[in-house]
């Protein structure tokens, strides 16, 4: 589903995203790469997510990497910001390409879950920050009359998840 909406997810996240991405050039989706770097047998079975690894092109014709990561949490999970950091190191080492990262919150306590993730040690420091959307924090009317399609996947996904689907 991702797939099929993916251009009109960047416009729901990036309100310049028109003006900034070639859209009509298509998207790469680079699943098998993203599968190669990161598998996570070690993840709770009742947390499900989808990861999308996708090459965009720029206006100028210059190629950029988003990182969609939609996770579908019971619970408040501790190690999400680094195991997000750990995405993006992965992938900046293998390809050395600029990247953004979206992370989804479709699960009860999304609004928990962290946009950033912070390592400091004897006057070093790292702070990784990432765009994040959790379906809770949009109100059901302002998705209803949003024109982006991808509004109403998030009004779904909303009412599936307060329906305990």
Not at 57 to 73: A, I, R, S
Not at 75 to 85: I, S, Y
Request: net charge positive; proline share 4%.
């Amino acid at each position: 589903m991702l797939e099929e909406v993916f251009d009109d997810l960047l416009r729901f996240v990036f309100p310049n995203a028109d003006r900034a991405f070639a859209m009509r050039r298509g998207f790469e989706f680079l699943d098998k790469e993203l599968g190669e770097m990161y598998p996570e047998p070690e993840k709770p079975s009742e947390t499900k997510f989808v990861d999308k690894l996708v090459k965009v092109f720029q206006k100028d014709g210059t190629e950029e990497w988003v990182l969609c990561h939609v996770e579908v949490q019971g619970k408040n999970d501790k190690e999400f910001a680094k195991r997000m950091f750990k995405y993006y190191a992965r992938i900046f080492d293998r390809f050395d390409r600029p990247i953004t990262t979206i992370a989804i919150f479709t699960g009860r306590d999304g609004k928990k879950l962290p946009g950033m993730y912070v390592r400091k040690y004897m006057g070093a420091e790292l702070i990784y920050k990432y765009n994040t959307l959790c379906i809770l924090d949009y109100e059901d009317r302002r998705l209803a009359a949003d024109r982006n399609p991808f509004a109403l996947v998030m009004l779904a996904a909303k009412k599936a998840l307060l329906k305990g689907k």
